[in-house]
């Protein structure tokens, strides 16, 4: 499979009062096309910002990034921020969406963002196509606020998709929902991923990584295992899957 995201010794420091914090040491790592990858560690580990240096969305301190191909560090403000827009998805733990725009204008955003003489109507019909697949059309022209927090993580998602990016980057998407949120959450993204979106997210979850093809875990800025799972698929064993998880992640005393 084509590698998608190649990342090379990649430092992250920030300076706080004066003070170094080198939060990322030397990491890297591959991930390939179709694959769905955790990134799991203590809080504090580095794990965002991991996500958020890959995805372009903090600068690096060193080393390199390479997305489909292209080193991300070498380009300019625009060229980065529209390959964000066209050619990646995020999903944050706080669901981040604009207060005075019911759930479809939230989602066609970065469509209208792209201005890709797409016409408002076929916007709404791409965006509602989206909702219909995640099972929330019926509030598509609902408050943000008049909505639960799984429809509203489902709404973020179809977000992340108006613009058909190659990957998307989630940053504990299921962190503020309760679990049969959670559940619907993953199947979406584990649906998406099987129809061939890549998938990087952050989690502090055994089930949710459980449903991942790879795992990270991260500690003090460092990525110090691996552990590979076959594809999740409806008919694989979660409970297995989540036993050996939690076996290999007690060696990192999880
Ligand atoms: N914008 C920032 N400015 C300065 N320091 C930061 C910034 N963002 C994160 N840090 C520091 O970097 C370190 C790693 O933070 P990060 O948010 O990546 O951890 P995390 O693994 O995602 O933790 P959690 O599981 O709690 O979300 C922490 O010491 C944090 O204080
Ligand atoms: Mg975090």
């Known amino acids: 499979m084509k590698t998608i995201l190649s990342v090379k010794d990649l430092c992250k420091t920030y300076i706080v009062n004066k003070r170094q914090n080198n939060v990322l040491k030397n990491v890297s790592f591959e991930i390939s096309e179709g694959e769905m990858v955790a990134v799991m560690g203590p809080s504090g580990s580095g794990k965002s910002t991991l996500l958020y240096s890959v995805s372009g969305m903090d600068n690096i301190t060193a080393g390199t990034v390479e997305f489909d191909g292209r080193d991300i560090g070498k380009m300019k403000k625009r060229e980065l921020a529209r390959l964000r827009l066209l050619d990646m998805g995020f999903v944050f733990q706080q669901m981040l969406m604009l207060k005075n725009l019911t759930i479809i204008d939230n989602i066609i955003l970065p469509a209208c963002q ?141």
């Open 114 to 254: 792209a201005n890709n003489g797409r016409k408002r109507k076929e916007r709404v019909e791409a965006g509602e196509r989206l909702m219909h697949k995640l099972g929330i059309i019926d509030v598509a022209d609902n408050d943000i606020n008049e909505v639960s927090g799984g429809q509203l993580q489902r709404a973020c998602i179809c977000r992340s998709m108006i613009n058909d990016p190659k990957m998307i980057f989630a940053d504990e998407p299921t962190g503020a929902l309760n679990s049969s949120a959670s559940n619907e959450v993953m199947s979406e993204l584990n649906r998406i991923n099987s129809e061939g979106t890549t998938i990087m997210l952050v989690t502090h979850d055994v089930k949710v990584a459980a449903k991942c093809s790879r795992v990270m875990y991260i500690v003090d800025g460092d990525i110090c295992g691996e552990y590979n799972l076959e594809r999740y698929s409806e008919n694989s064993n979660l409970r297995e899957r989540e036993r050996c998880l939690a076996n290999w992640l007690m060696e990192f005393g999880w």
